[in-house]
């Protein structure tokens, strides 16, 4: 657990999740690691967060998205996002190790998923990991 402490200092990360016991539970973890954390709701809030932040805020670096919510579902927000240009690295939650529910995400337009319950440590590396490589692609506009 140790090695993982600030290896996302200062990230912002936008997590969309509608249950209050994971809004927490996320929010510790990423929280611990050194992130600025910021949750919505539904899928609906997520895009409205991501659109209509003002010019002086940072972007968000991440944004973590259940897949499973009321109002906008993850899958439909990711489509939606995708579908305005937006490029921001989404790392998709869904709700059991369904088969074929990871490449559901994918086809949407998340950047990654994993299944719940996540093990902490495996949440932070992947968060980092998402937000090094969407930090290269933006660097270098030929990748991808
Ligand atoms: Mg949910």
């Known amino acids: 657990m140790r090695q993982q402490a600030g290896s996302l ?32 709701g539904n899928g609906q ?9 003002p010019d002086s805020d940072r972007p968000f670096d ?3 998205l259940d897949m499973h919510m009321p ?17 921001i690295p989404i790392l998709a939650l869904t709700a059991h190790a369904l088969i074929g529910a990871g490449a559901e995400c994918l086809a949407a337009g998340c950047t990654a998923y994993m299944s ?16 090094a490589a969407g ?4 660097l270098s506009p030929t990748a991808g």
């Open 9 to 40: 200092q200062g990230r912002r990360i936008l997590v969309a999740e509608d249950g209050p016991d994971n809004q927490r539970l996320i929010r510790h973890i990423l929280t611990r690691a050194g992130a600025q954390v910021a949750i919505v």
């Open 116 to 131: 719940k319950p996540m093990k902490p440590a495996d949440l932070v590396c992947t968060c980092a990991a998402l937000i």
């Open 62 to 64: 991440l944004l973590v």
């Open 71 to 87: 109002v906008l579902d993850g899958y439909n927000t990711a489509r939606r996002l995708r579908d305005r240009g937006e490029c």
């Open 45 to 53: 809030d997520a895009i409205g967060a991501i659109e209509s932040r």
């Open 135 to 138: 930090g290269e692609r933006e």
